[in-house]
């Protein structure tokens, strides 16, 4: 089980009467980029701040990057990566600052935050801008930096919500480009997305309706199983049954 990055068995999260996650059971292995998709209100943000730490579930098991999230909440979060769907870095500081910061968040030393910051600048075409705050750079470079910052400490697995909301499609390509070379060093994705095109680019696929997961496979088995052409037609076939 050690390749399993991700595992949770009939993990619920309920707000008073209302369940928002209704006992879902899934696994991630170790490299892979696992898309977890669904409408609004069909429960993915509640199902991911329980795995990030950031909400205590109201029933069911789950573990992450091997730790337990009851107990070990804080161990989950220095090993994980987090993007949120709303811009996560800080606009008022460049972005050399943004990079040394959250190197210093996740507790790495001053020698390999200075040697990957290097590293990464150049990475991303940014030396001319290194300096300048992140506020006064495009959407899109925000988009590809935020990334690179949230794999900086080489965590296990890395949680992107919505990722590529309102940027172009040339830069959501490149964005995916990102994406895979991470995975290809052995980070796991998990990944929510509106775009039913870029489920396309997962190993697998979660679809959740109504706080349950209404289908789990592959974009070729999930497309065989519901007869679709396309992600697409499969999620309008599954947001079908939805309440």
């Not at 990475?123 to 705050?133: A, D, I, M, R, S």
């Given at each position: 089980?050690?390749?399993?990055?991700?595992?949770?068995?009939?993990?619920?999260?309920?707000?008073?009467?209302?369940?928002?996650?209704?006992?879902?059971?899934?696994?991630?292995?170790?490299?892979?980029?696992?898309?977890?998709?669904?409408?609004?209100?069909?429960?993915?943000?509640?199902?991911?701040?329980?795995?990030?730490?950031?909400?205590?579930?109201?029933?069911?098991?789950?573990?992450?990057?091997?730790?337990?999230?009851?107990?070990?909440?804080?161990?989950?979060?220095?090993?994980?990566?987090?993007?949120?769907?709303?811009?996560?870095?800080?606009?008022?500081?460049?972005v050399k600052e943004n990079i040394q910061f959250y190197g210093g968040i996740y507790r790495l030393p001053?020698?390999?935050?200075?040697?990957?910051?290097?590293?990464?600048?150049?990475?991303?075409?940014?030396?001319?801008?290194?300096?300048?705050?992140?506020?006064?750079?495009?959407?899109?470079?925000?988009?590809?930096?935020?990334?690179?910052?949230?794999?900086?400490?080489?965590?296990?697995?890395?949680?992107?919500?919505?990722?590529?909301?309102?940027?172009?499609?040339?830069?959501?390509?490149?964005?995916?480009?990102?994406?895979?070379?991470?995975?290809?060093?052995?980070?796991?994705?998990?990944?929510?997305?509106?775009?039913?095109?870029?489920?396309?680019?997962?190993?697998?696929?979660?679809?959740?309706?109504?706080?349950?997961?209404?289908?789990?496979?592959?974009?070729?088995?999930?497309?065989?199983?519901?007869?679709?052409?396309?992600?697409?037609?499969?999620?309008?076939?599954?947001?079908?049954?939805?309440?």
């Open positions: 089980m050690s390749d399993i990055i991700i595992n949770t068995e009939n993990l619920t999260k309920k707000f008073g009467n209302f369940t928002a996650v209704d006992s879902i059971s899934f696994s991630v292995k170790k490299g892979e980029i696992f898309g977890f998709l669904g409408a609004n209100g069909a429960g993915k943000t509640t199902a991911m701040r329980m795995l990030c730490g950031l909400s205590h579930p109201t029933s069911g098991k789950a573990e992450v990057a091997g730790f337990d999230v009851y107990r070990e909440t804080e161990k989950i979060k220095l090993n994980i990566g987090y993007m949120s769907q709303k811009f996560s870095l800080y606009e008022d500081l460049t001053s020698k390999v935050i200075k040697e990957r910051s290097a590293s990464l600048i150049a990475e991303l075409g940014l030396e001319g801008v290194q300096n300048k705050t992140v506020g006064s750079l495009p959407l899109g470079w925000k988009q590809k930096l935020a990334f690179s910052v949230a794999v900086f400490h080489r965590p296990k697995i890395v949680f992107l919500d919505e990722p590529t909301g309102g940027v172009d499609p040339v830069t959501r390509r490149q964005f995916w480009e990102l994406i895979y070379k991470a995975a290809d060093e052995g980070i796991s994705v998990f990944v929510t997305t509106h775009y039913m095109d870029e489920a396309e680019y997962c190993g697998r696929i979660s679809m959740m309706v109504d706080g349950r997961i209404a289908a789990l496979g592959s974009p070729a088995e999930l497309r065989g199983k519901y007869s679709a052409d396309s992600m697409y037609e499969v999620f309008l076939h599954l947001a079908r049954g939805a309440k």
